[in-house]
């Protein structure tokens, strides 16, 4: 057994946290605080919080609030532009992972020179070095999907040519994360769900990744218990700010398992999928790909999915043992039930069956390395061919 264990981000859990803000340690005397195009950060009073909290310190600050759900290049250069005209010296995300993801990017470019594409290692990224340190960040998470706040990855799409790309490294984590759940309350039911079901694949993959370590299977096993226990409830009454806390607590966990395993080839597949779609959410994309992507590996790598269909709650001791594995997509497909997104079809987002072909072979050039994290490799007609059954 070898692993290396390396978790560097302070994380302030749990409901009200974000007061917790105004005496913790910050990296830096002017923040550029990093927030979506939409409105909802000023509507529920979380930015002026904020606002506050860094006036009272003394720490001045910049805003830039153009991010969208799949955040984009061009926004991580501007942002990176406005950082070093204002002179801030560390980036706060504050908002989803597609906020605290372009933080992040936002946080390699301000003192780097060039292109952001030029330090990407996947399709046409340049993979070059980067020369020059990275800003701190500091997250604050209103979600509870991505995990971002308790890893090192962001997310940008290059739009000209369709890649939406993951990005990260040790200078990359957060410095500091405040998850508090009272902030995810406002979450609408189906966003909720998407971003619940996010944080259910990065477990699920994290899991299933060749990777994984006796770390990330504890976190990730203990992180889908508490989604199939916990989410439904947060669909059904937003307000719920137990079930919050347990699916915030499961997301954060999830993070953990980004950081010490990986995701695997599906991400590579929705990716592709948002990239050419951006109006895609990301958890509605793998919650697309998901039975067919599954029902695939389970018959591949039948001894991981006991333990998972466990963890979905399924009665695998009730099941003779060479069935057990079987458990694992009815309980994932009755959990899409039970959370109201069982009936979902790609059509309803106008992808194109003609487009699946373009769209595989996307998925391997762009993400290429998440490919790799599978214990069974696919080959581009296998991959096209979950594509194809996912399809609706
Ligand atoms: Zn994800």
Redesign the pocket.
């Known amino acids: 057994m070898h692993f290396d264990y390396y978790m560097p981000t302070r994380i302030l859990f749990g409901p009200g946290k974000l007061n917790q803000l105004a005496q913790a340690k910050l990296p830096g005397k002017k923040a550029l605080i990093v927030i979506s195009s939409g409105n909802s950060m000023r509507k529920f009073g979380y930015l002026s919080r904020l606002e506050e909290i860094l006036t009272a310190r003394g720490i001045a600050f910049a805003v830039f609030d153009k991010i969208l759900p799949n955040p984009i290049k061009s926004h991580v250069m501007e942002g990176a532009e406005l950082c070093r005209e204002e002179g801030c010296d560390f980036v706060i995300g504050l908002g989803g992972?597609s906020s605290i993801d372009s933080a992040k990017s936002i946080a390699v470019m301000a003192g780097n020179p060039g292109d952001y594409w030029d330090y990407i290692g996947g399709g046409t990224g340049k993979g070059k070095p980067i020369p020059n340190p990275i800003l701190p960040v500091v997250a604050i998470t209103t979600t509870a999907?991505?995990g971002t706040e308790a890893d090192p990855w962001t997310?940008i799409t290059k739009e000209d040519t369709q890649e939406k790309i993951g990005f990260g490294n040790e200078h990359t984590f957060p410095t500091l994360s405040v998850v508090d759940p009272e902030l995810m309350l406002s979450v609408p039911p189906k966003l909720t769900a998407f971003q619940g079901f996010?944080a259910l694949?990065?477990s699920l993959e994290g899991y299933l990744a060749k990777i994984a370590t006796p770390i990330s299977d504890m976190y990730a096993l203990r992180s889908i218990e508490l989604i199939v226990q916990n989410l439904p409830a947060c669909i059904a009454s937003g307000s719920n700010l137990e079930a919050r806390t347990n699916v915030a607590l499961a997301n954060t966990y999830a993070g953990f398992v980004q950081t010490e395993s990986s995701?695997t080839s599906e991400?590579s597949m929705?990716h592709a999928l948002s990239a050419f779609y951006p109006e895609l959410p990301?958890?509605a994309g793998?919650i697309l790909l998901s039975e067919a992507y599954f029902t695939f590996f389970s018959s591949k790598v039948p001894d991981r999915f006991v333990a998972m269909a466990k963890a979905m709650g399924a009665d695998v001791d009730a099941l003779p043992e060479e069935e057990r594995h079987l458990a694992f997509v009815p309980a994932l497909a009755a959990f899409k039930e039970k959370c109201g997104v069982a009936d979902l079809k790609m059509s309803d987002w106008g992808i194109q069956a003609e487009d699946l072909p373009k769209m595989a072979v996307n998925a391997r050039e762009t993400m290429g390395g998440l490919f790799a994290m599978d214990r069974y490799p696919l080959s581009l007609r296998e991959t096209l061919g979950i594509m194809e059954k996912a399809y609706r």
Do not use: P, Q, R, S
Request: with cysteine; hydrophobic share 25%; net charge negative.
């Open positions: 992972g999907g991505t997310v996010d694949f990065h995701c991400h929705e990301h958890g793998l």
